[in-house]
């Protein structure tokens, strides 16, 4: 390569595998995103490690599983051994910089994320549109841009640290419904087209971290009025499918987040219809402001030498199988998130790749486009050959593992998910001490693909399932953290 290129990641949060018009949605508005799907790859099956966000992102920024990175649930930090493929970047050269939600580290009530050794030169945090934290610099933004605004969603109570966040008085402006000019994901963009044009000798690395289409539901509402709701198809379900299903199923359709959250069955058919309506409508709006920051990209003369990566932490269950938001249900719905990679000087366009992949690759992918090679601990695999057109001999499987994610139960769910070529297998783990697992779930995904039908108690699948579990096995196996060189044999 005769340059090193930039690399511009954009990531939302919560968006579902299925939920762009290239990925199978055509009553979604993203013109700006099939368009960036059409000028490089598009992966059909990209898995994340985890279905809640810290442990996910954990993974993405160190290239590890879960259980090897120590981030295995929601509210705790990433340990200060864990290595970030962005302080590499830095450290070759790259000038680095973060903006909107990272969420590495516990940030609830008043507090700050605290900052890792990341190697990035500009560092905007802000864990979501109505996180008060101190340090918020979206809403320094909102205050200096919009100060009417800002002060009708946050006025000043005297509200303090000591103040528990969930209790501070709020008015009636949701903050989901605020002007365009005064939405987080604008200011994302915004933010992200200044770092663009910044004078710079050397390559940029830019992580732009949308919050949406994240809940609680809702969009500006000239975004809201492009979205047909008769259009989009009702959530996928069928008569007595919480039957079929590991009980704690029926607990989660019941009340999300292990019962801390309204669940599925606490709105009417109409209500759920709106949800899924705002949530389209929100990728709307990240559609447009993706629009704009690939116009300053290419205004600035950088598009072509430019590897931009868009994809999400996690999905949304969205009404699905009865139930709403996230959680140990290892659905598609939850663990596969759009992927699409654009290089125009390195990639060819229009390449459409099934072979599923996982979050972890991303690391490695980014570490080669940039000459830094696989980067310290990665155990993931690029992805530029089979993004270059090339014959690659890929795993084809995914793993998924949930380990509690912050909210309790009794006992802690903890479950794993294996998708190997078109069968999935789900184990909800029990104790040890059971000589059993707790229960599970098998799909035939070519048959199968909303994971509708449970087939793992029925006896002509029995052969299918223990092969599963086989494979399970295997995968945790590969999965184990082996990156620490052997120095002597013996």
Not at 157 to 171: F, K, L, P, W
Not at 174 to 192: F, G, L, N, T
Not at 434 to 461: F, I, K, S, V
Request: with cysteine; net charge negative.
């Amino acid at each position: 390569m005769t340059a090193r290129p930039n690399i511009l990641f954009i990531c939302t949060d919560q968006q579902r595998g299925d939920s762009l018009g290239c990925t199978g949605a055509p009553w979604a508005v993203t013109p700006n995103l099939d368009r960036l799907a059409m000028r490089g790859t598009l992966f059909e099956n990209c898995y994340v490690q985890n279905p809640v966000c810290s442990p996910s992102r954990a993974s993405l920024f160190t290239g590890k599983y879960p259980s090897n990175h120590g981030l295995y649930a929601n509210g705790v930090p990433l340990p200060d051994d864990q290595h970030m493929f962005t302080r590499t970047l830095a450290d070759a050269g790259y000038d680095c910089g973060m903006i909107g939600k990272q969420h590495l580290a516990p940030c609830d009530t008043w507090r700050t994320e605290p900052r890792r050794d990341d190697g990035y030169r500009v560092f905007e945090w802000a864990h979501g549109p109505n996180h008060r934290a101190l340090e918020n610099d979206f809403h320094r933004w909102l205050r200096k841009t919009q100060p009417d605004i800002y002060q009708s969603i946050f006025p000043d109570t005297g509200a303090n640290e000591n103040t528990e966040y969930s209790n501070r008085a709020r008015t009636g402006t949701p903050i989901d419904h605020v002007p365009y000019e005064a939405h987080y994901s604008h200011w994302v963009a915004e933010r992200a087209i200044d770092f663009i044009g910044t004078d710079r000798s050397e390559p940029f690395f830019l992580m732009a971290n949308f919050f949406d289409p994240h809940h609680s539901f809702g969009a500006p509402q000239e975004f809201r009025d492009m979205i047909n709701a008769d259009a989009i198809p009702a959530p996928i379900t069928k008569p007595g499918e919480l039957d079929e299903k590991p009980k704690d199923h029926r607990a989660i359709s019941e009340k999300s987040y292990s019962g801390t959250a309204p669940g599925f069955q606490d709105y009417t058919r109409a209500e759920i219809k709106e949800i899924r309506a705002q949530y389209w409508a929100m990728i709307a709006l990240i559609d447009y402001e993706v629009g704009r920051i690939l116009d300053a990209l290419e205004k600035a003369g950088g598009l072509k030498n430019t590897l931009v990566i868009f994809s999400s932490d996690h999905g949304e269950m969205l009404g699905n199988h009865q139930q709403l938001l996230k959680g140990p249900q290892l659905y598609d719905d939850l663990c596969r998130v759009p992927l699409i990679a654009c290089w125009p000087r390195e990639i060819p366009a229009g390449q459409r790749v099934s072979n599923p992949v996982q979050w972890i690759d991303l690391s490695a992918t980014i570490l080669e486009a940039s000459g830094c090679g696989l980067g310290r601990g990665v155990q993931g695999k690029s992805l530029l050959r089979m993004m270059r057109g090339k014959d690659v001999v890929f795993r084809p499987w995914a793993l998924c593992e949930y380990r509690y994610s912050g909210f309790p139960t009794d006992p802690l769910i903890m479950t794993t998910m294996l998708r190997h070529e078109t069968w999935k297998l789900i184990v909800w783990h029990g104790a040890p001490a059971c000589g059993n697992t707790r229960d599970g779930e098998l799909y035939d995904l070519a048959q199968d693909p909303g994971e509708l039908h449970n087939l793992y108690h029925m006896p002509e699948h029995a052969k299918q399932r223990r092969r599963m579990k086989r494979l399970m096995l295997d995968a945790m196996a590969e999965a184990e953290d082996r990156t620490h060189p052997q120095s002597r044999p013996w």
